[in-house]
């Protein structure tokens, strides 16, 4: 029989008892704590373990989860991780009377989401971002160097990645303001002023566990076991910077004035009947990283606009986790192989997703293909690059039978650049 | 009449009176904490603080100093700094009794630095590195691309930068094992093995006070006053791995095994005599960045290798931090100009500082010049690149008259690669 809570959920909710995700949140006027989403609830899980409800007997529950972030949580490892589930789970049921029964508890335990702020889930020590969809860094190379030999050299043999700014990564709902920057229009002299070729860029992050000592690699085989959870990130983008900058230490101010993360992280355990196989490599990468054959999940995603002038958000992008290159597994083998140390915590995101089909590319610059095909928008205006006012909305799932496992959202809206 | 401390301390000592770094140091089994450099000694701060003798009117200084990190002295900003500053120098003056006179109270308050453990002075946030030496810039353009146009169009527009690694940042003394990676050695297929091409790059990094809210950027006028104060930091680098995966997205794994800093913070202000004028920048920065003149600061540096075979240290480099094309206050106001926020603590470094003559070189891949010019050893062996068992030593002073602001050592021992 299906798994069911007493809370009740539709089978299109994104928060089933299937998926429990892990945030941090705090009621108006409290201290940031660590929950869990169920239907349109937070169950307090600090609460929980006060009320003796939540323990473990290798770890202290409490100290984890009355903390401002998951980094506690996150650093007792993958059975810690997988007991908790098991336990909230049974908690949950529909045939647990615990906390179905018991009104004064349950008026405590759950608090309703809109009810609550949501903040970054993790004190990220490090934000590292990838570039492992084969399509994306096809496109890029397509329009800004040689279509016919559009991969970089170095692109199927190693999940090309770059270290982000973990400062600036922001939850969902945080505005986000167009930068000011210095950019090379054309011939003439570098000029300064709002970024001009403002962007989203569609990618899913996993957020690390226990980590590894400096000069420790992670073999891929093991690599899996330190993976938490997933989120959707929006790697805000701003192209004529980027243009500007790039060469020869990669993206810097155009990509760290805003990275939008989603709130809620979905347990790899969650996402395990979702599991597909991805694509054969060829070349066959070098044996540290050959492997992880069924290491991509089956994950609808979409981005939508919603312009300051528009009733409802219009659907730009349908893209799906499973379009990815490089596996996480491998993109965190890859990460630690020198030696680097991952902490607690730590986001890895997987660079932008774009599909085969145009509709599935994960940014404006593709989509709009360099702005070259403006995007035709609902209410009779179109886009080549964000606007001012633009809501910008990602969301993510996987189908299973009868319910859904959900990302919720990463939204964010763009205000107009500072005065300069 | 010159300032001096009843603590003895000769007049090339890196640490007199003038010079007070802040460290964080743990006694032999206790808990790490903040202190402050004078001669042989260290100076336990919050015993300072307990003994009533460090207090300020706005700040609370016990929880800024019992900690294992400066971040939150470092947060409390410019004046707090400058008046703890002031007093510290009033209770080590020879003429102030209150320390000298109590053999007690002095028996607790000073240690001896050979008997602390130092760390990592700040918990990083986020780790930037510059790219600011016109001469490293223009010895990398000619060996790798074209001599005739050494420079990149960018690099006299805008302080070149990337994000590096905040995980892996480890202080002076604790040896760096050789990575392991991926590399493409010619024409043929990739290959994985101990990197070849180890070198050392000889920095200087600032630590971030305050710091400013995401989107508000910190303009060149005020961005002094967010340098708490300067180290030297070693960012060891992976040529080998480097040139392999640095296109498009700059250097990652090449970089993030490791990078050393020295424990003592010189704060900024025992600096201020040791300003110097920037060499004129032609072409003028566009005004956001055009300014700053005398941002640079006359301050000896010197890397030193010593093999395991050999007995002394070899010097192999002579640089300055005067050879510095853009500023510290240009690199902070270039960093926050899209909006991107600092916070307490962070670490920016300046990149590789080159001298105009090939023995000022902060590299070993200069000074070899890529291996075409090996460096002779004391011991009769030469060096092109580091080998195993090379402590590389990096030292760095002001002289003033009579006195040094000395930087103490940044210093890291290769170990031979893991079996793979």
């Known amino acids: ?53 939540l323990t473990h007997r290798d770890a202290d529950l409490r100290t984890a989860f009355d903390s401002p972030s998951l980094n506690g949580f996150m650093a007792l490892g993958k059975q810690v991780w997988s007991d908790v589930r098991r336990r909230l789970q049974e908690l949950l049921n529909e045939h647990t009377g615990v906390l179905r029964d018991d009104p004064s508890l349950r008026s405590r335990a759950f608090l309703r989401r809109d009810s609550v702020t949501m903040h970054v889930p993790s004190q990220i020590g490090d934000y590292t971002d990838f570039y492992s969809s084969r399509q994306h860094a096809t496109n890029v190379g397509t329009m800004f160097r ?28 945080t505005p986000v303001r167009r930068p000011v ?41 093991e690599a899996t076991d330190h993976i938490f959870g997933l989120a959707l990130v929006n790697d805000w983008s701003a192209r004529d910077i980027q243009k500007w900058e790039y060469v020869p230490l990669g993206p810097f101010l155009a990509k760290n004035f805003a990275t939008t993360v989603s709130p ?28 992880d054959p069924q290491g991509l999940y089956n994950i609808e995603l979409e981005v939508a606009i919603q312009g300051s002038g528009m009733k409802a958000p219009h659907v730009v992008c349908r893209s799906n986790m499973r379009h990815l290159y490089w596996t996480m597994a ?37 989509l709009a293909w360099r702005g070259t095909k403006p995007i035709a928008m609902p209410d009779g205006s179109e886009r080549k690059f964000l606007q001012d006012g633009d809501s910008v909305i ?15 959202e990463a939204e964010g809206t763009v205000l107009p650049a500072r005065q300069v």
């Not at 347990?267 to 054969?280: G, K």
């Not at 986001?347 to 610059?365: C, D, F, K, N």
């Not at 990602?394 to 919720?408: N, S, V």
Request: aromatic fraction near 8%; hydrophobic fraction near 35%; glycine fraction near 14%.
């Open 264 to 291: 809620w992280i979905v347990p790899l355990e969650a996402l395990e009947p979702f599991r597909v196989e991805r694509e054969p490599q060829d070349p066959e990468p070098l044996p540290y990283l050959n492997g």
């Open 181 to 221: 920057g210095q950019t090379k229009p054309g011939e003439g002299p570098p000029v300064f002023g709002p970024c001009r070729l403002l962007d989203f860029e569609l990618e899913m992050g996993f957020f690390t566990g226990s980590g590894n000592p400096l000069g420790h690699p992670i073999p891929l085989d």
């Open 1 to 53: 029989m299906a798994l069911k809570s007493f809370i009740n959920v539709p089978a299109d909710h994104p928060f089933p008892i299937q998926n429990l995700p892990y945030g941090v949140f705090s009621p108006k006027g409290q201290a940031p704590r660590c929950g869990v989403a169920i239907g349109d609830f937070v169950l307090d899980l600090p609460m929980l373990v006060h009320a003796g409800l």
């Open 394 to 408: 990602m969301t993510g799932w996987a189908q299973g039978e009868g319910y859904r496992i959900g990302f919720g």
């Open 146 to 173: 040689d279509p016919d030999n559009a991969l970089l050299p170095n692109w199927l043999h190693i999940p090309v990645g770059y270290h982000g700014r973990a400062s600036s990564v922001v939850v969902s709902g």
């Open 330 to 366: 491998q993109q965190l083998t890859h990460h630690t192989v020198t030696g680097c140390n991952l902490r607690p915590g730590d986001l890895l995101a997987s660079g932008t997703i774009s599909g085969p089909e145009p509709e599935s590319y994960g940014s404006m610059l593709e």
